[in-house]
């Protein structure tokens, strides 16, 4: 079966601090791959994915991830965080014939003013 | 804009009691999913549903069913509650296969309790 982990479970750091949060899966196959956000009080919004082509994807917000086929990997980065990116970050992976997404266990954001 | 409508932002309920908690989505989505979310775990499928009246156990279905009637609505159901379900219940809708690119649309999420 699929599974994703995130390496880290709570990342803080200060405002303009630059950040990457680690995602790897265990899938062997062709895999389809997403980062998702949740604010505070809010639902899950997508924030960028990755389907075919170029492994660096841009998402919104300032927000980027690299596909690393022989890493397993799909990382997410930011060069300068906000306070507004505090948040709760999950990612996700599906296979190409795959109905539903496999989550990880997220990475809790607290950026400080 | 695409919405989720969770009934129930927040329940408190009794050991043994029968739960519903709806969803409804207002996109013509072929699919419907339910998760839970837990602190540390992440968010985990329960079950998921490809069309009317079709519905498919996830990862972890135990102590739950579903019922898909109308394309647009996709109840989760509690037969007898326990404390462990206590969780924050998401829903979520999509379009169907090989659409999956367009990635899910989820709901604010039901907050349940149960004592």
């Known amino acids: 079966a699929q599974s994703v982990s995130q390496h880290n479970h709570h990342v803080i750091l200060s405002e303009a601090a630059s950040l990457e949060l680690g995602c790897n899966y265990s899938y062997g196959g062709t895999v389809n791959l997403f980062w998702y956000v949740q604010y505070p009080g809010q639902h899950l919004q997508l924030l960028l994915k990755?389907?075919?082509?170029?492994?660096l994807v841009k998402g919104i917000k300032g927000f980027e991830a690299e596909f690393i086929k022989s890493k397993f990997s799909f990382n997410l980065r930011k060069p300068s965080v906000q306070w507004s990116d505090t948040a709760e970050y999950f990612c996700a992976v599906t296979h190409n014939y795959g109905q539903n997404f496999v989550f990880g266990p997220g990475t809790r954001l607290s950026v400080l003013p | 804009d695409v919405k989720v409508t969770q009934s129930s932002r927040y329940l408190v309920k009794r050991t043994g009691e029968k739960v519903f908690l709806e969803c409804v989505q207002d996109m013509d989505h072929e699919n419907m999913f339910w998760y839970r979310q837990d602190p540390g775990l992440g968010l985990r499928l329960i079950y998921f549903s490809y069309d009317v009246k079709m519905k498919e156990k996830g990862d972890i279905p135990e102590g739950y069913s579903v019922s898909r009637e109308k394309k647009e609505r996709f109840s989760l159901i509690l037969e007898s509650a326990s404390t462990n379900q206590t969780s924050m219940y998401l829903c979520a809708s999509s379009l169907g296969h090989t659409r999956l690119y367009y990635g899910y649309t989820f709901g604010s999420g039901t907050r349940l309790t149960v004592v």
């Open positions: 990755y389907f075919s082509g170029d492994p």
